[in-house]
Structures are given as C-alpha cells and as structure tokens.
C-alpha cells in the first residue's frame, strides 16, 4: 500500500485547509446576510450581529413581502426572465445556425456580428430606436435589444460547426428541410450549450437594473433590482460625488429601510438564480468548453 | 441547394429584423388600485381657495413630469394621481426615478428629445445653462408674477437660475438653517463629569473619554468618540468658521478663500490626526459609509456625529429604542479663526422645475403647471397641519388613509401609502415666511429625544447673528461648479491620507500649492471677481 511520505501530507493538509479558508471567505457573506436578514433590528443595533443571532425573528421577511413593490418587482423579473430567456436562445441559435453553413454573404454577416461585438450603438442611439420602434414602457425593451449577443452567438455558431456535416448529408438525403434539421438534430444534440446559454441569458435578465429604470417609466413594472436598491443602497451615494448641502439634507430625510431588511431583499433576489447553479453546474462547465479546441 | 440557402437566409432575416416582434401588449394599466375611491373629492372640491386654476370650465390637459426623487416612488396611476387628475382637470403622468438615476436618465431623456412638460432639477448646474442656451426650457420671466407663492422666492435663488438674463426654472424652498451639524450625547458628557467642549483641544478630551471610559456603562470597551466615513463625510466642524465649503477667510492678495485650504482647514485636520492617532474614531473610516456611522451613532455607540434639525424621526426613534435615556444636543460652534462663532447655514432653496420649451404656443398648460406647483408650494402653517384643513387633508391623502395624527402631528409613512397622498407626485417644499414659521421642533412631537433636541437646536438656530451666509449663494461660477469639485475630490484624497498618518501632517502647505496650481487658483480668482461685481460678502442672519 502507498503511503504517503510527510511532506506530501503537509503538502496535501495545507492545500485542504487554504481552500477552506478560501471557501470561508466567500460564504461569509452569504452567512452573514441570513443572519442579519433573521435578526430583529433593535438586536443589530445594540450589540450587533456577528456569527449569531440573539433571537431568530421573522420581521424582515415580512416587511419585505407585505411590500407590494417588491411582490410586484419580482413578478416583472420573473417574467423577463423566463420570456427573455427564451426569445434569447430561439434568436440566438437560430442566428447561429444559419451563419454555420454555407450561405450567400456569410462573411459580411458575421463581420456584421463581430462589429457589435466590439462597437455599440450608445445609450441616447439606442433609446431613440427603442422609442421609435414603440417599445418604452413594455417589457419588450428589456428583451429584445439584447436578444442576440454577439459572444455568445460566435460560440454557439462554432459549436453548430463541430456537429459533424454527414449528418446533415443524411437528413438532406432523407428529404428534411433546413428548418427540419435545425429543430429535430441540431438543436437537440446542442442541448448542454443551449442550457448554458440559457443560464448566461437569465441571470442577464434577472439582473436587469438601468434598462428598465431607463426604459419603463411606469414604476410598477419596474424589475427586482430596481425596488432593491431603492431598499439597500438608495441614498448611499458617497459624498465624494460633489452633492450639495440641500442634497445631503435631503437624503438624510430619507433614510434606506433597516439592515435586516435590506439583507433579506438581497437574499431573496439572490436565492433564486443561486439555487439554479447547481442544476445547470455540469451544462455550465461543458458550455465553458464549448468551441475551444476545434474551430 | 438554392432551396436551403433561401431557408438559412429566412432564419437569418427572422433573427435579424427581431424588432418586427415589438410590442402590442402592456398598455399602461393604471393598476388595480384605480377602482378605489379617491380620497379627494369631496375635499379637495371644497378646499380649493389656494388654486387658481379649479376653474371647472378648463379643458382637460396632459401633462407629464420627469423628476428624481429621493422617496419611495409611488405608483404612477395611484389614488393620488387620479385626484390629481380630478382636481386640476388634467392627464397627470408622473415619470418619478430614483435619485441617484435620475440625473443619466434625464440626460438621455433630453438628448433624445424626449422632453416632459416639465422636469425637476437638483440645481442649476452647468447642463441646466445648456439645456437653457439651447432652447430646451420655456423662459419663464412673463409667467412668474400671476402665481402668489412665487413672491416668496428670494432674488438670488431667482438669480441662479436665470440664464442670459431670462429666468428658465421655478426654485423650490428649502431652509436657510437648521443644516446638518454636529451633536453629541448630552448624557455621555454628564455621566463622566465633563462640559460641552469649545475648542479643538477640549473636544479631542472629550472624545477620549467617550471611547474610553465607558459612556454607557455596559463594562465594554465599544464606543468611539465620533464616527466619521470615506468622502470625510463628518469632517467634525463645529461651527461655520470650520466647515470646508465655507468662503469667510482671505489670503495675502485679500481673496477669500474656501475653508479647506485655509489655517481654520488645517486646525481641523490637525484634530482629526490626533484623534484617529488617539483611536477615538474607527481605524476603517476611510471605507466605512455614512449608513455605517448612522448605525453606530444611533445605536448609542458613538458619542458625536451629524444630524439636521428637527432630524429624521426614524433615526431618532432607532435611539428611543436602543437607549431611551439618551440625551441629544448639537455643540455650541467654536470661535473660529475668521472671528466667526456661526453655524453653517443653505442657500433657502434646493431643486427646481424647468418647462419644456415646445410650450411657448400653449400658455393654457404653462398656466396648469404653474397652478399645480403654485397649490402645492401654498404654505400651511404648522398649527393647520392636520384634518381640519381640507387642502392639507386632500395633499395628504386623506386621514387614515395617507396619514394619521400623533401627539398633533401628521404621521405619513414611506410605505404603500404613498401612492395615496397626492402630494407624493409633486414634492414641491410649500414656500414658507421664514424658517421659524416652519415650527420644525412641532414635528418631533412623538418622541421625547428628539423633541428634547429640536427644542435645543431651533433655539441655537434662532439666536441673532448666528447663521452663516455664504457669498457663493449669490453668484454663479461655472469654474466653482466644475473645476472646483474635482479639485475638492483630491484634497479630501490628501487630507485623508494626513488624518491616517499615512503622510504628515508638514505636506499641508504642499498641498496647498499643489491644489493652487492645478486650477485652484483660477476658481479663487473667479470666484472672487464674481463676488465683487455682485457686492456679495459672507453674512451672519
């Protein structure tokens, strides 16, 4: 039996414990937050919280619920992305399909793509044209503009390419159409890309901040992340931002809700797209993968 | 084959032209609440003695506003909007944003062409002049003497927003005193047996003693002196003559000079060295914000800090509850090295409502406008401010609905009950007589720390003589504006870095001079140039 000498068990003890040291770090923070989120305020102030709650209470969360904006708030997420992410991925692969075969002006097409990929249109451009296509106030703004990134669609394009070409010659030969192919092979052989491109795509959109404050100007259909900053950060502007005196006053008689209130938002809006990870954690690391060595 | 390639070119053309998909659906809903009664009928019907404009005959208009607010936003068809609706005969549709967005929305907003009727400003900054130069606002110098609360706004707020000589905003009031200022916890200095400081040095003791000779008596060693945060956001100057922002010293040439370069700036920043030396405030100000010392103060564990007055009563309540004893005062200013022994006072206005320029042809809706802000900038005197009062019931939402009265205050919350008092959808601060009509301790009447502390406060504030003015209020530097403030940014940089010892305190001088020539001089000369053809000079009200 191999035993291993004592350097190779220090070496082995060491690596252990500084990757739970690092993984420490990271859930710190989540830690925290649940314990504040479960904390009654008065607690949080007087002698703060730290690894334990003196009393687990359920005052945060009921704020937060009772809220309407914020019930309301993740209804749109939801939406957005649920529908987002669909439109994403039908629009994307289909894209990407197409500029993976042999078609008339492929080139100019994909030189099309890669030219988005490293220019934008700009914020005033680009809300001109969402004005002018009637999209301001509807959801529609916060999916369709960014329905086809130009990233993800090269990669998805080099993973189309790497499905081999005869069976594509057989389906041909078997009289499919080109849409045939594209729904009854292609796409369900690029199952693990599209569920990391799914992935990609939600969290995009649950993430939606500045587009739907820009965009919607009717508030109750204002997304999650709107109303948590309105809860966590609003008024936290540093004072470093030139802000005047009046402004200071102002934003002192404003004060964000409690902590725990404001960890319990965050918590709730995080847990959602947290809990998906694990799910989708072996498409996700395929996906990564994806057009790295052929191209 | 030309079959497929005319297909893939189908599927390409689809992803491509994906704006054919927009929308048909979301038609603006004003959501479920637009069934419930509104509150104002009835009272805003009768109570309209302060509006012009309820003339019944008037067609119905509409109107749209854009404005950043600091509040929760209310929701854009709620019962207030819709009794906004009834009661000025119009469309109303609000476009409210967060504070902190609302200045990049705007900016796309009006580079877009996508103008409201009218939009609220923070002040009259150098993309206000632009937008006006440009023709984006209506001039509003033939409208303003038809609306009575308009007479209230002072000439220089009247001034600052006048561009080429014509006047393109409607300043809205705020406060000349009751600023932001120092306090400490009374109860602290009276348990350990000292006297409210009046200098540097005795302040530095004191602060000593708060964090170490245990204030609150719970055997531990966790209070701090003060709390302060990244920005030196608490930059502890007692008194006016101390502040950083304040323009009252001069230098050899006879310029004034702002107060964080001058001998007032360097003894300040000399005491927040020894002090962060003596460990009387945290070791991480520097990355700590002010909701952190908010915490810490409030919770009763820091014994100086900020507050304005009457002060915000969920603060005040946050101490009730942490340390019902607790006593709150604002420190006597210090004898300043300018002769002064002021508090810092406001220029009496803050924010401010442009008109789009396209309503020139359409005086009917300048007039509606100018009506709404005229009504809800009307003043209530504090006595009236309850039920009894229709137009204050009816801005309110009604009682018991958009309010309830404590103790003879109106209680509103900053909750779902927004949407419910109309006045959530035009924050126009009534134009009041002066500060004392305010009555602002009337408003601390539900808690005794904080009904203690106004009273102290309003009558530090009402002393003769005691409210610096700044001369910058009255004049209008586009160099002061710009340059100034990023010049301002690095100098805080420095400071911080002379308060944390991590440069010395010798390197004042230098970065003085660093600070002058890098354009600081220029906004001095400026400055000084601009006072001296407005005749302005620091005054004491």
Redesign the interface.
Known sequence: MYRKSLGEKTFDGSIIVLLILTSLVMIFPFYYMLVISFSSYDDYLRDGVVLWPKRWVLDAYQAIFDSKPFIRSIGSTVFVTVVGSLVDLIMTSSMAYALSRDIPGRKFFNLMVVFTFLFSGGMIPTYLIIKATGLIDTYWALIIPGCISAFNLIIIRQFFRSIPSELNDAALIDGASELKIFVSIVLPLSKPALAAFSLFYAVGHWNTFFDAILYLNDSTKWTLQVVLRQLVVMGDVSNTLHQSAEAQMAKNANPTPPETIGMAAVLVATAPILLLYPFLQKHFAKGVMLGSIKG | MK???A???L??S???G??A???K??E?QP?GSSAGTSPSASAGASGTTASPSADPNAKKLDISLFEGI????????GPGAQAINEKFNVNY?T???????AA??LA?LM??G?IPDFVGL??ADASFVKWAKQGAFLPLNDYIDKYPVLKYVPKHAWDSVTVDGKIYGIPRF?TTKY??YPIIRKDWLDKLGLQMPTNYKELLEVAKAFTFKDPDGNGKNDTYGFVM?????NEMAIGSGYAS?TWSMKNDKGQYIPGVISEAGKERTQFLHDAYAAGVVQKDWPVL???DN??MF???KAGIYY??TPG?S??FS?IL??VPTAVIEPIPPFKAPDGSQAL?G??G???MYALNGKLKDDPDKVDRILSMINYFGTFIDPKDQNENNPDFDWQNGGIGKGYTMENGVAVTP???TTSLRPKSYLQVAPWAPSDEALQVDRRAANNPIQKAYAEKSVALWSKPNSTYISPLYSIHSDLYNTKF?EL??KL?DEQTKMIVGNTSMDNWDKMVDSFLKNGGQEVIDDVNQKLKEAGAEPTYK
């Not at chain 2, 600091?70 to 068809?77: K, M």
């Open positions: 079959k497929t390639n297909s893939l070119l599927l390409l689809l992803s491509l994906m704006t998909c927009s929308s659906n979301e603006a959501s600091w509040s929760s936003v209310p929701d854009p068809g549709k476009n409210l944003v967060p504070m902190d967005q990049q929305k796309v580079a877009s996508d923070g002040s705020s600023r932001n945060a990244n920005g030196l956001d922002d914000t002010y909701k908010r915490t409030w919770g009763g507050e304005g915000s969920a603060l946050q509850k942490a810092p406001l220029s206005w803050y924010q900053d909750d779902d403030w301002m940014t805080l």
